[in-house]
């Protein structure tokens, strides 16, 4: 029985190659199964989260996971069981191939439309940045390390005066920027 129904899913693999309809059907009906599951009203106990998904999409001839918003949160491992490339699946009927091939040819213009907008827009944004900001940045960054240089070395030279006793205490603190509260509470009155 289970050679017969490996037999069976090979043949139906083996159709959905040789004509897209048939792989079409199979990824709707897989796709309708998946949501009518995750919506039926008994979720505790049928577990949506438990399913062989694998298993159910080569139970359905699909030669290609689906991407799914329903599932894609769950990691699953489909080894597609033949070696073939979605867009060499040809339609059997002669007017849905040519929609088809019309459609992909479309679709890869817009694409590449769209991919040589981003570059140029891309491209404008490295130019501007390159232009203006490294300037006045290095600059205001190389002031702001300097300026913090300088006040780190008036800080020792007092704390040098401090120590030979040339500074008091309260002197040292107020200059440093640590002053009692007291100053400051006065100030504000």
Do not use: C
């Amino acid at each position: 029985e289970n050679k017969q129904l490996l037999l069976s899913l090979s043949e139906v693999h083996r159709l959905a190659a040789k004509d897209r309809a048939i792989m079409d059907l199979g990824q709707r009906a897989f796709v309708s199964f998946v949501r009518a599951y995750k919506e039926h009203q008994l979720a505790y106990t049928m577990m949506f989260s438990v399913l062989p998904f694998a298993s159910i999409a080569s139970g359905y001839g699909l030669l290609f996971f689906p991407k799914m918003p329903d599932i894609k949160h769950f990691k699953i491992e489909y080894k597609p069981p033949l070696r073939i490339k979605a867009s060499d699946i040809k339609y059997k009927d002669k007017n849905r191939e040519k929609q088809r091939i019309k459609n992909m040819q479309i679709r890869r213009e817009k694409n590449e439309q769209e991919r040589k907008a981003r570059e140029a827009l891309e491209a404008e944004k490295q130019r501007k940045k390159r232009k203006e900001k490294p300037k006045r940045r290095r600059k205001r960054v190389h002031q702001e390390i300097k300026n913090e240089w300088e006040e780190l070395q008036r800080e020792v030279n007092m704390m040098k005066k401090l120590k030979k006793g040339k500074m008091s205490k309260k002197d040292f603190l107020k200059a440093v920027g640590e002053a009692e509260d007291d100053d400051d509470d006065d100030a504000d009155k």
